[in-house]
């Protein structure tokens, strides 16, 4: 038996599953930290932003890293076009009959992007010369990055701190998520070179407790420096040290997402095909959430929580589905009607 998990591992099958995990747990994360306003009285369980975006990145450098197809720089780029822009010009539709507040959708202007849009299509131009000349010395960018992280941070990233949190509005964040981005394709380099594993003495199979409880100890170490970081002005410097733990909750998450029990309910149709459902829906669900955003039903909390959660993914599948037809009607083959309406 145990001569087998090494190849069940390895199984492309399994891997993706993991990451459609993650994708689902990222999307759900954000969801729930731009949800203070439904918690009522509970406000403070509206968290989880930081956690999740993080995971929304390293999921982004782990798929891309996992292609081994070689390809010019526009075909990569026109094909990331192709994934992202039919959804946001739909959300951009939407938007410029329904405004949300909070984002000011307009297809003149911002083409419906929210910050994350903008920065990730920056971190695909970046990543690709990566990816094509430099994968065996990724460790040396990412010491670069740490690098411009410190610098930035220390000299002219004061502008970081003004609001108290490093992963608020301010740009400084992009260089920190642009590390996690990288990190997730180190991670993506062990999936496609598992020897790297054993180099590393980096058990294949994870133990499924050790991983549970490196997820506990690196979400609590993280939240423990924020919020001591939160306490005053003269704490928000230390604030960069939660980078670390929020690494490392990302690096036990995606070996939790590998461990044979989460595989097994993965598999499973009464809670992995809805994950899977929520992971592909990731974008939809990030770009797409502010428009079902609603206080009117906070009367029955906490039952209000789940019921918006799943209309969010429910308008983001129609988003999706939209954004498929928009994408094949520019396209020479006719409509495939199947694959516009598929799940996963």
């Known amino acids: ?139 040396y960018v990412i010491l670069g990055v740490v690098v411009i992280i410190l610098t930035w941070y220390f000299s002219i990233g004061v502008e970081a701190m003004s609001s108290g949190n490093i992963y608020g509005a301010t740009y400084f964040k992009w260089s920190v998520y642009f590390l996690f981005m990288l990190f997730g394709a180190v991670c993506g380099r062990l999936r496609i070179q598992p020897e790297m594993l054993k180099k590393w003495h980096i058990r294949q199979t994870p133990n499924t407790f050790i991983a549970f409880m490196g997820v506990v100890l690196s979400i609590g170490a993280f939240y ?44 499973t149709k009464c809670i992995g095909y809805p994950l899977r459902f929520a992971g592909g829906l990731c974008l939809e669900i990030l770009i797409g959430q502010a428009f079902v955003f609603t206080t009117r039903l906070n009367h029955i909390f906490p039952w209000n929580i789940p019921l918006i959660m799943i209309g969010v993914i429910l308008f983001a599948y129609v988003v999706r589905t939209l954004s498929r037809l928009l994408l094949q009607t520019f396209q020479k083959e006719d409509y495939d009607w199947r694959a516009m309406i598929e799940p996963f």
């Open 1 to 139: 038996m145990s001569n087998q998990q090494p190849n069940q591992i390895q199984s492309s099958k399994r891997w993706d599953l993991s990451i459609e995990l993650l994708k689902a747990l990222a999307a759900l994360l954000v969801m729930n930290s731009h949800m203070d306003a439904m918690y009522g009285d509970y406000a403070w369980l509206g968290t989880g932003g930081a956690i999740g975006d993080s995971l929304f990145f390293f999921c982004s450098g782990y798929a891309l890293f996992l292609s081994k197809r070689e390809e010019s720089f526009f075909s990569w780029y026109k094909r990331r076009i192709q994934r992202i822009y039919p959804s946001v010009l739909i959300i951009s539709l939407i938007g410029a009959a329904y405004v949300v507040d909070q984002y000011h959708y307009s297809i003149l202007t911002d083409m419906g992007t929210s910050w994350f849009i903008l920065c990730i299509f920056l971190f695909y131009a970046l990543l690709y010369p990566i990816k094509k000349y430099a994968s065996n010395y990724i460790r």
């Open 224 to 267: 423990a420096i924020y919020l001591y970081t939160q306490k005053s002005i003269e704490r928000e410097p230390y604030q960069l040290f939660t980078i670390l733990p929020l690494l490392a909750a990302n690096w036990f998450l995606w070996r939790m997402a590998n461990t044979p029990f989460c595989v097994k309910m993965m598999n």
